[in-house]
């Protein structure tokens, strides 16, 4: 799990972007409006056509009607994800080379990366990012920070999917950062998601990389 320079993408120029980050080299961000798109749409088209090559290749009718419930899955999984206020969503691939391991050895490691919005009751910035991890049970590591963005409270849960969920029953690291918004209403919670617990140090130091980067001002300028 290395770093490389970070590539500034054309997003960095949206209008209407609330908050901007950048992620280190690994990271895929899933087209949510294309996977998520309405039928009859023209993003609906286009998940189409990036689908239909992968159904082509299918080596059997069966494998085809796999692949096209996995999608599906996936679709719930990431409209309850938008549901509940999530804006980013990101696969992480990195190669587990911690510890010496040669790199015929080394294996890859998964990780999801979301940015959620939260509403919140008006307050100081730094009462609303404590609020955020003393009101729910589970968070440990607890750490507060004064980032470029402002103050911030990073921390750890660690779940165990509900037996019978259908999901590898693996336990679940996730990091979280909270960063309250300059208007004071609402709160961007940045998690970093993962079945890896063995490499909990290195992806605190993935996160802690991305929040470094968080601005609720465009960074590059009004005009850029």
Same mark, same amino acid.
């Given at each position: 799990?290395?770093?490389?320079?970070?590539?500034?993408?054309?997003?960095?120029?949206?209008?209407?972007?609330?908050?901007?980050?950048?992620?280190?080299?690994?990271?895929?961000?899933?087209?949510?409006?294309?996977?998520?798109?309405?039928?009859?749409?023209?993003?609906?088209?286009?998940?189409?056509?990036?689908?239909?090559?992968?159904?082509?290749?299918?080596?059997?009718?069966?494998?085809?009607? *796999?692949?096209? #419930?996995? !999608?599906?899955?996936?679709?719930?999984?990431?409209? =309850?994800?938008?549901?509940?206020? &999530?804006?980013?969503?990101?696969?992480?691939?990195?190669?587990?080379?911690?510890?010496?391991?040669?790199?015929?050895?080394?294996?890859?490691?998964?990780?999801?990366?979301?940015?959620?919005?939260?509403?919140?009751?008006?307050?100081?910035?730094?009462?609303?990012?404590?609020?955020?991890?003393?009101?729910?049970?589970?968070?440990?590591?607890?750490?507060?920070?004064?980032l470029p963005c402002g103050p911030a409270v990073l921390s750890e849960t660690a779940r165990?999917?509900?037996?019978?969920?259908?999901?590898?029953?693996?336990?679940?690291? *996730?990091?979280? #950062?909270? !960063?309250?918004?300059?208007?004071?209403?609402?709160? =961007?919670?940045?998690?970093?998601? &993962?079945?890896?617990?063995?490499?909990?140090?290195?992806?605190?130091?993935?996160?802690?990389?991305?929040?470094?980067?968080?601005?609720?001002?465009?960074?590059?300028?009004?005009?850029?």
């Amino acid at each position: 799990m290395s770093s490389a320079a970070i590539v500034v993408d054309e997003s960095v120029k949206d209008p209407h972007a609330e908050l901007w980050f950048a992620e280190p080299p690994g990271f895929t961000a899933l087209p949510l409006d294309a996977l998520l798109a309405k039928p009859e749409t023209s993003d609906a088209d286009k998940l189409c056509v990036a689908a239909a090559p992968l159904l082509e290749a299918a080596p059997s009718e069966i494998a085809r009607q *796999q692949f096209v #419930a996995l !999608l599906a899955s996936g679709q719930q999984m990431l409209a =309850a994800l938008c549901e509940s206020g &999530t804006v980013h969503c990101s696969i992480g691939l990195h190669r587990d080379d911690v510890g010496g391991q040669t790199s015929g050895g080394a294996q890859p490691l998964l990780s999801l990366f979301t940015i959620s919005w939260r509403d919140t009751n008006v307050a100081p910035r730094a009462v609303t990012a404590a609020r955020a991890v003393t009101a729910v049970e589970g968070h440990t590591h607890i750490a507060f920070q004064e980032l470029p963005c402002g103050p911030a409270v990073l921390s750890e849960t660690a779940r165990q999917p509900a037996a019978g969920s259908g999901l590898p029953q693996r336990p679940l690291l *996730q990091i979280h #950062a909270h !960063l309250p918004h300059p208007d004071c209403k609402r709160l =961007a919670v940045l998690t970093l998601s &993962t079945t890896a617990t063995a490499r909990r140090e290195e992806y605190r130091a993935i996160l802690r990389q991305v929040v470094e980067t968080v601005r609720f001002e465009n960074p590059l300028g009004a005009d850029s």
